[in-house]
């Protein structure tokens, strides 16, 4: 056998459950892809639903993507010996909690918010008819005179909230990063998932393209000066994070 091939793991001593086994090991071995966080989310669909039993059927579907997040990361500090998994995700997703709070306070929102709200979805939808895509929140801002933080508050008054989507973008990585409106997954949730995992040139694409962690939006020109790399590889790295946020949608939807 070459010293270089996969050893068997040892899982007599496990206490996680033999269902789990299989896609667990294989997540732990991989490096997190969409496909394996996939498969693993698949997995613990049981867990999770049980989780969410304890709220109301309309809220489950709003809490579902924030579980699938939270179980996964959970698994970072999990310990197969210690624990079996059901009762681990049992303590780990009563956060599930703070983020129904949360979601609460949203539902409760003033007439004038709801009233913004209709407005920035009609025009989502002519502007969609005209373009023949999903409008971005600077396009909306144009059409609407409405600033992107309003529209961003008016869009969490419902069931319709945000994620981030690139615009076209040329060759030289002309194209910004920009929220779009009509995802049915929240973008921190997203950013939850994808962030931790990539590197550290594009955790400062992403940062700086969203100001996400306080940090300064910067066109591509200047995240070109600023991380000395040229407009091009801004590009390419601009795709390969709206793919990944493309696909997470798919496993956290």
Same mark, same amino acid.
């Given at each position: 056998?070459?010293?270089?091939?996969?050893?068997?793991?040892?899982?007599?001593?496990?206490?996680?459950?033999?269902?789990?086994?299989?896609?667990?090991?294989?997540? $732990?071995?991989?490096? #997190?892809?969409?496909?394996?966080?996939?498969? &693993?989310?698949?997995?613990? @669909?049981?867990?999770?639903?049980? =989780? +969410?039993?304890?709220?109301?059927?309309?809220? #489950? /579907?709003?809490?579902?993507?924030?579980?699938?997040?939270?179980?996964?990361?959970? +698994?970072?500090?999990?310990?197969?010996?210690?624990?079996? /998994?059901?009762?681990?995700?049992?303590?780990?997703?009563?956060?599930?909690? #703070?983020?129904?709070?949360?979601? $609460?306070?949203?539902?409760?929102?003033?007439?004038?918010?709801?009233?913004? *709200? $209709?407005?920035?979805?009609?025009?989502?939808?002519?502007?969609?008819?005209? +373009?023949?895509?999903?409008?971005?929140?600077?396009?909306?801002?144009?059409? /609407?005179?409405?600033?992107?933080?309003?529209?961003?508050?008016? &869009?969490?008054? @419902?069931?319709? %909230?945000?994620?981030?989507?690139?615009?076209?973008?040329?060759?030289? @990585?002309? @194209?910004? +990063?920009?929220?779009?409106?009509?995802?049915? %997954?929240?973008?921190?949730?997203?950013?939850?998932?994808?962030?931790?995992?990539?590197?550290? /040139?594009?955790?400062?694409? &992403?940062?700086?393209?969203?100001?996400?962690?306080?940090? *300064?939006?910067?066109?591509?020109?200047?995240?070109?000066?600023?991380?000395?790399?040229?407009?091009?590889?801004?590009?390419? *790295?601009?795709?390969?994070?709206?793919?990944?946020?493309?696909? =997470? %949608?798919?496993?956290? #939807?």
């Amino acid at each position: 056998m070459s010293d270089n091939a996969a050893q068997p793991v040892d899982t007599s001593k496990w206490r996680l459950e033999p269902a789990y086994h299989a896609p667990f090991q294989t997540w $732990q071995a991989s490096k #997190r892809t969409p496909a394996d966080n996939a498969a &693993m989310v698949k997995a613990l @669909g049981p867990a999770i639903d049980k =989780s +969410l039993l304890r709220f109301e059927a309309n809220d #489950r /579907l709003a809490l579902r993507p924030k579980a699938k997040v939270l179980a996964l990361k959970a +698994l970072n500090k999990y310990d197969p010996k210690q624990t079996n /998994l059901n009762t681990y995700f049992t303590q780990q997703l009563q956060k599930l909690n #703070r983020e129904y709070n949360s979601t $609460q306070q949203i539902i409760h929102v003033s007439e004038n918010k709801n009233y913004d *709200r $209709q407005r920035v979805l009609t025009a989502a939808s002519e502007i969609e008819a005209e +373009l023949g895509r999903a409008p971005t929140t600077y396009e909306l801002s144009d059409r /609407l005179h409405m600033s992107p933080g309003k529209i961003q508050k008016a &869009m969490s008054a @419902g069931n319709a %909230v945000s994620h981030g989507t690139f615009e076209a973008t040329d060759a030289e @990585g002309g @194209g910004s +990063l920009q929220p779009s409106v009509l995802s049915p %997954v929240k973008f921190d949730t997203i950013v939850d998932l994808i962030y931790p995992d990539l590197n550290s /040139l594009d955790k400062l694409i &992403m940062e700086h393209e969203f100001g996400l962690y306080g940090k *300064r939006k910067l066109s591509a020109a200047e995240l070109s000066r600023k991380l000395k790399i040229s407009q091009a590889t801004i590009s390419l *790295r601009k795709k390969h994070i709206q793919d990944l946020m493309d696909r =997470s %949608v798919n496993v956290l #939807r």
